[in-house]
């Protein structure tokens, strides 16, 4: 709540929680309220159990729902995947500078979720007058395929072909830039 009132645009969770009204409240609000009526932008991590969505993830169709894949291509083993799934980004061998300044890898869907908010990020920057779903067509219709299994014409799934696995596929910044209209300038 605290995040949208104060001019966030684009949150992104990558943790889990079980059902809770208020944090329900909150991102009711954040969606219909935040960026003066034009919705924010939320990006929700998996989970990393091979199961279902985690929650709040599966709350509200209008969450952006990210799994992690490999560099392969593939589903990363442990990423939750289901009928809320929207997308995936890359989730395995994700290195990282520890504070020491070593290098290390590590994995899961909370490494893929930040990837599609910063895309989300990049296109209200070029575009700030799109609405929250805008933003959320934009990044669903300019995915890549990937992974093995086919996608389908799903009827509750309007920006193209989906599985529950990867959802619409891998986030696609490149292809969604392209696709953002440019803010009309005012003269």
Same mark, same amino acid.
């Not at 909150?26 to 609000?29: E, R």
């Given at each position: 709540?605290?995040a949208?009132?104060n001019?966030?645009?684009v @949150?992104n969770?990558?943790?889990n929680?079980?059902? =809770?009204p208020?944090?329900?409240e909150? #991102?009711? &609000?954040a969606?219909? /309220?935040?960026?003066n009526?034009k919705?924010?932008?939320i990006v ?7 199961g279902? @969505?985690?929650?709040?993830g599966k709350?509200r169709? =209008? ?5 992690? #894949?490999m &560099?392969n291509?593939n /589903?990363?083993n442990t990423?939750?995947?289901g ?10 061998n ?10 290390s890898?590590?994995?899961g869907t909370?490494?893929a979720?930040?990837h599609v ?5 990049l296109?209200l920057?070029?575009?700030?007058d ?5 933003v959320?067509?934009?990044?669903e219709?300019n995915t890549?395929k990937v992974?093995h299994?086919p996608y389908?014409?799903?009827s509750n ?10 959802g619409?596929?891998l ?5 969604a830039?392209?696709?953002?209209p440019?803010k009309?300038?005012?003269y």
């Open positions: 709540d605290w949208w009132r001019g966030a645009d @949150i969770c990558s943790w929680c079980s059902r =809770e208020k944090l329900e909150a #991102i009711d &609000s969606l219909l /309220r935040g960026r009526g919705g924010c932008i929700k991590s998996s989970g990393n159990s091979n279902d @969505i985690s929650y709040p709350y169709p =209008e969450i952006l729902v990210v799994g992690g #894949i &560099s291509g /589903r990363y990423s939750n995947h009928q809320t799934l929207d997308l995936v980004a890359p989730g395995h994700i290195r990282l500078v520890q504070d020491n300044d070593l290098l890898f590590s994995q909370s490494y979720a930040p908010a910063g895309v989300a990020a296109i920057e070029r575009n700030p799109l609405t929250g779903q805008q959320r067509d934009i990044i219709q890549t992974g299994l389908q014409t799903v799934r309007p920006n193209g072909t989906w599985n529950e696995e990867y619409y596929g986030i696609d910044a490149y292809k830039l392209l696709a953002t440019r009309q300038e005012e």
